[in-house]
């Protein structure tokens, strides 16, 4: 069996530069969520998950109880995309119909709080896949392959929520969601753009001029990976919960699954893709990109001559995605070191798009 306390989590110190005010934040939950916390609760200590690149998020601890807060980063690019109202609406609406959301608790507006927006949730107690499984957890071929299956299984089960029982069918703004979305991430690339990374004016009209004629809509996830996934510590293969809903909207399923494939390294790859891994996934077991697109499409039933646009797309979002906080350390938005690379991953991420359009 699992040492579940050796390997569910991963929060270490705080960065500096992100640090909480303890004692407002302290202060607010009490007035707050005061009767989710522990009466003989002691002081609160805040500890931080690095493994992500877009929101912070933190791990707030109280004796016999722990909590995790959501909120924007110091000088983002994009705001809608830091929407910590939204994020917490949308989980709170879905969990009736999807549990595998964590449990929202409470929303702060006032800024004033801690600097910024932020929202808090509970803490799943269960294990976060990172770029490697954590020490002490060793899974068979089979149990690896299980686990990818499962992903896929949770993924579909999104992509048939009820849209009615959520009251989210409001978020979706109509037809021409692929559309929208080519258009909008080649703007946020040339709005995001510096000197040291490739234009990519063949890609961004490829994708324009290869656009699928049919789509169908659907709750996407968007951001749907292993390392935003939360495992049974008692059964590794059991998905108890799904973490990162800010990116979430009424859109395309299958360029949902071509921006997780983005993500998606193989043993195989190149040593700059397995360089850049954020997730286990060439692990002895774990399917292929192409296993991957067969069995999603087998299970749903959903018929695709070529995936090269869904797959291009998905390299392309990632790029931009890169870019944007790549944005911010260039222009000493923020000084976290993780990011001063970023400029490599884009061009090497463009270069996949090339290459993979190259093929089609």
């Not at 600097?115 to 269960?126: D, I, P």
């Not at 063949?202 to 495992?231: A, G, T, Y």
């Not at 071509?258 to 850049?276: H, P």
């Amino acid at each position: 069996m699992t040492d579940a306390s050796t390997i569910t989590d991963q929060a270490s110190e705080v960065r500096e530069e992100e640090a909480l005010p303890v004692e407002a934040l302290d202060n607010w939950l009490a007035e707050n969520i005061g009767s989710e916390l522990p009466d003989n609760r002691g002081e609160l200590r805040i500890t931080q998950y690095t493994g992500g690149v877009s929101n912070w998020t933190y791990r707030l601890d109280y004796d016999g109880l722990a909590l995790v807060l959501r909120r924007p980063p110091e000088g983002t690019k994009a705001k809608s995309a830091h929407d910590m109202g939204r994020e917490y609406r949308l989980q709170k609406r879905l969990r009736p119909a999807f549990p595998y959301v964590p449990r929202m608790l409470a929303h702060c507006k006032d800024e004033s709080v801690i600097g910024a927006e932020f929202y808090v949730m509970e803490h799943l107690t269960g294990i976060i896949p990172r770029r490697r499984f954590p020490k002490g957890l060793d899974l068979t071929a089979e149990q690896a392959r299980q686990l990818c299956t499962n992903a896929l299984d949770k993924l579909i089960e999104l992509h048939n929520v009820d849209l009615d029982s959520t009251r989210l069918r409001k978020i979706a703004k109509g037809k021409g969601y692929t559309e929208r979305q080519v258009n909008g991430w080649c703007s946020r690339y040339e709005k995001a753009k510096t000197w040291n990374v490739f234009g990519a004016k063949s890609v961004m009209r490829w994708l324009q001029e290869n656009q699928p004629e049919n789509e169908k809509i659907c709750l996407v996830h968007n951001d749907f990976r292993l390392d935003n996934l939360i495992l049974n510590p008692e059964d590794p293969t059991d998905i108890i919960g799904i973490l990162d809903w800010e990116l979430t909207t009424l859109g395309n399923p299958l360029m949902d699954l071509g921006n997780s494939l983005a993500y998606w390294i193989e043993a195989g790859d190149d040593k700059v893709a397995r360089a850049t891994k954020r997730q286990p996934s060439d692990y002895p077991g774990m399917l292929t990109r192409k296993e991957i697109i067969d069995y999603y499409c087998e299970r749903t039933g959903t018929k695709v001559k070529d995936f090269a646009f869904y797959e291009v797309f998905g390299l392309f979002r990632l790029a931009v995605i890169a870019q944007q906080i790549y944005y911010r350390y260039h222009h000493k938005q923020t000084t976290n070191k993780a990011f001063k690379n970023f400029w490599f991953l884009v061009n090497y991420l463009l270069w996949r798009c090339r290459r993979r359009i190259a093929k089609a």
